[in-house]
């Protein structure tokens, strides 16, 4: 199989870093992209690392995590006729002191890139190869209204990875 990559790096754990671990860890902050916004995406599965280019007058929109209101799983995601991917999931509760139905309703219809910004200040951007889709939505009164969107790799795609952006480039996501 050809198109299969090879892993060309030690794994090593720093005692004198341990907060720097290999997922995503406490997010501080999202960014969600409007796919339809996104000019173009360069993505190196050998390097791990991605731009993003913003169509001109389009930004991304922040979303603050607030006691882990936001979530991000991976799980393989075998294929018959390609490569093992990653199903990601980005699991958001929209907490907001201004209206959000504006925002559910795009939300719902919807495709995006997300990008994370960790507590341990590491960039990542999600749903490169396969933009993210709501698979899930509920508002509980319960829990004083509260709505949680889940974000996931479609269903009908091979799946996606996990790319490393620079906090430069993040940081100029949320601007236009």
Do not use: H, W
Request: glycine fraction near 8%; hydrophobic fraction near 40%; charged fraction near 15%.
């Amino acid at each position: 199989m050809a198109c299969l990559k090879r892993i060309s790096q030690d794994l090593a754990f720093d005692c004198a870093n341990p907060g720097l671990i290999s997922g995503i860890a406490g997010i501080e902050e999202a960014i969600i992209l409007n796919y339809e916004d996104v000019s173009s995406i360069s993505a190196s599965p050998s390097t791990g690392g991605a731009v993003v280019t913003m169509k001109a007058g389009t930004r991304g929109y922040t979303v603050q995590a607030v006691k882990n209101s936001i979530q991000v799983t991976e799980a393989a995601r075998a294929n018959d006729n390609a490569p093992t991917m990653v199903e990601i999931s980005v699991v958001m509760k929209l907490l907001s002191s201004l209206p959000v139905v504006s925002y559910i309703i795009g939300l719902m219809s919807g495709s995006f890139l997300v990008a994370v910004k960790t507590k341990n200040n590491q960039y990542f951007i999600l749903g490169c190869t396969s933009p993210l889709e709501v698979s899930d939505f509920a508002t509980d009164s319960a829990t004083d209204g509260v709505s949680t969107a889940t974000l996931k790799t479609p269903d009908g795609s091979c799946g996606d990875f996990r790319y490393s952006i620079s906090a430069a480039l993040y940081n100029s996501l949320k601007t236009v």
